[in-house]
């Protein structure tokens, strides 16, 4: 297919791939995956530890090379010219390479030079990038002396030197306060005003809501893509929040109900798939008949999670296998 999108692609889609396989000797890592980015799309890989994203994200930055299929950065074959791929790109590993020895300046003057930024660009390109981390006040600091949010910072910082218009994240924010995870999202809403297109990869299902679109991955393959909205739309029955006074006691006595779709633990208490109100009704003078006091029970809108959770097989999730990267 050479070095330009199959199909007669537009120039508005920035990824694309077509059955995109990875294998580690008898693991597939990635299997069969088809999806498309377009220009301006802050698009979320979605998924538990091990479902393929870090082994997806490193293949779309030339990293590594798939056994399989094909993936096309602005029209440019991850197979056929790898190399090329990394000047349309910005890769930040969940382990950003920072350097904790240098400052701040000094890490972002490496990397200038690494990706052979001309002089002449790098201070106002500095500026603009101290400008939306809020990293200026830091300058002089030793990488290692910042806290791991503002590691994150400068990692993204020193990503970005070159002026990329395609940024590959994988798992930002793992790991991250919560505060530094709120700051991080809000910096990449700004990069999305400033015309770069985005693709993260996160464990995080609230963080799956702040997409454009989004993929669920579950053992190195795409089980649904959509909209946020869109997939939680999709959750059939009736979902409701229940919160009983034996957690566990109560998890034993649904497991063998009719008329529950499914179930997972959120907190405190339960999120119940119900088939219906009557249903849920029923399974309520259940749970009381057999001794269970229930301090709430609520149908609320399906989360992200909830939306996730109800296209993985239900024997994953009781033996706790994990999906493969």
């Not at 529950?260 to 309520?284: C, M, S, T, Y």
Request: net charge negative.
């Amino acid at each position: 297919m050479g070095n330009s999108l199959p199909n007669g692609e537009s120039d508005e889609c920035v990824i694309r791939t077509e059955r995109l396989c990875r294998d580690f000797g008898e693991t597939k890592a990635v299997h069969d995956l088809n999806l498309t980015v377009m220009r301006g799309e802050l698009f979320g890989l979605v998924g538990p530890d091990g479902a393929g994203k870090t082994t997806t994200i490193r293949i779309l930055a030339g990293i590594l090379e798939p056994t399989g299929g094909d993936a096309w950065i602005n029209g440019i074959s991850v197979v056929h010219d790898p190399e090329r791929i990394k000047e349309h790109i910005a890769y930040m590993p969940q382990r950003f390479g920072l350097y904790q020895d240098l400052t701040v300046m000094e890490n972002l003057i490496f990397y200038a030079d690494l990706f052979r930024v001309p002089k002449k660009n790098r201070g106002p390109r500095i500026e603009l990038l101290f400008g939306f981390s809020r990293l200026g006040p830091f300058k002089d600091r030793l990488a290692g002396a910042l806290s791991g949010g503002m590691k994150q910072k400068l990692g993204l910082a020193c990503a970005l030197i070159h002026s990329p218009h395609l940024l590959l994240l994988d798992e930002p924010t793992n790991g991250v306060d919560p505060v530094s995870r709120r700051d991080f999202w809000k910096i990449l809403y700004d990069l999305l005003k400033q015309g770069i297109s985005i693709l993260v990869s996160t464990a995080y299902l609230d963080e799956a809501e702040r997409t454009t679109r989004v993929a669920f991955m579950h053992q190195g393959a795409i089980i649904q893509l959509g909209e946020p909205k869109t997939l939680k739309d999709m959750v059939d029955g009736v979902m409701m929040e229940l919160i009983p006074d034996d957690l566990s006691g109560t998890r034993a006595l649904l497991s063998g109900m009719p008329g529950i779709v499914d179930f997972n633990v959120f907190g405190d208490g339960l999120h119940v798939r119900f088939k219906d109100l009557q249903e849920a009704a029923f399974v309520r003078e259940k749970l009381e008949n057999s001794g269970v006091k229930i301090h709430g029970l609520k149908r609320i809108v399906p989360s992200m999670e909830d939306a996730f959770l109800s296209l993985i097989p239900r024997k994953d999730l009781v033996t706790g296998d994990q999906p493969r990267e």
